[in-house]
């Protein structure tokens, strides 16, 4: 049962520290995408990637956040420093890179920034 | 930017009862596609409906599209208490966006046992 996998599922940590999230796509997808979903803005797209490149990053505050595709079965999301309007649930989905094909999400990781 | 459009915001009904859910957009879209939401976990892919279809089932679920109206409804039919959850639209522009999904902000739905 192919799934995308998260790690870690829950982190909380205090302002000002780094906070790295992982993200392991389908075995065969080429697109990954990370997603931010709060209550109040509801699911942002922050960046995604096709066949390891970045593609759009446009929704990701630059000054803190950087995504990187290290091999083709581990994505990262990483914030430095963090901030407590970063609280939140972060989404990793993957696709076959067809365009605007069927995402695939993971659980997600939530965080709390305290 | 929000693309897709949910109504209503949240809807609440009783099991066996059929649930409708709308989705409007502004641009023109190459698909469209409705994912569920439990609560704490993923979205899900229900279904996915190309802008040349008008309508298409999956099970108990029914999508229209109306490309003239930037409209779409989801028709969720003898509603069952594992429905309960949230329902967004998403829709996708090759062209314009390089194939991702613009989501929107999604109907609450609750199915009452």
């Known amino acids: 049962d192919a799934r995308v996998t998260q790690t870690p599922r829950h982190k909380v940590t205090e302002m000002g520290q780094e906070v790295t999230m992982r993200c392991q796509p389908i075995l065969g997808h080429n697109t990954v995408f990370w997603y931010r979903q709060t209550m109040m803005q509801g699911l942002e797209l922050l960046a995604y990637f096709r066949n390891r490149a970045p593609l759009d990053d446009s929704g990701m505050p630059k000054d803190r956040f950087s995504a990187e595709m290290p091999d083709a079965t581990l994505a990262t999301l990483k914030i430095q420093p963090s901030e407590p309007r970063d609280s939140a649930v972060y989404f990793c989905?993957?696709?076959?890179?067809?365009?605007?094909?069927?995402?695939?999400f993971g659980p997600g990781t939530r965080l709390l920034v305290l | 930017s929000q693309q897709g459009e949910e109504d209503p915001q949240a809807l609440s009904i009783q099991e066996g009862e059929n649930a409708t859910m709308n989705c409007s957009y502004k641009?023109?879209?190459?698909?469209l596609q409705w994912y569920r939401q439990n609560s704490g976990r993923g979205l899900v892919h229900l279904i996915l409906?190309?802008?040349?279809?008008r309508e298409k089932h999956s099970g108990r679920l029914r999508v229209t599209l109306d490309t003239s109206k930037k409209s779409s409804s989801l028709l969720i039919t003898a509603s069952r208490a594992a429905d309960t959850a949230s329902y967004f639209c998403a829709t996708a522009n090759y062209g314009g966006s390089q194939g991702n999904l613009i989501f929107g902000k999604g109907t609450k739905l609750s199915v009452k046992p």
């Open positions: 989905a993957s696709g076959t890179g067809e365009g605007g094909e069927t995402q695939y």
């Open positions: 409906i190309r802008s040349n279809e």
């Open positions: 641009t023109s879209i190459n698909n």
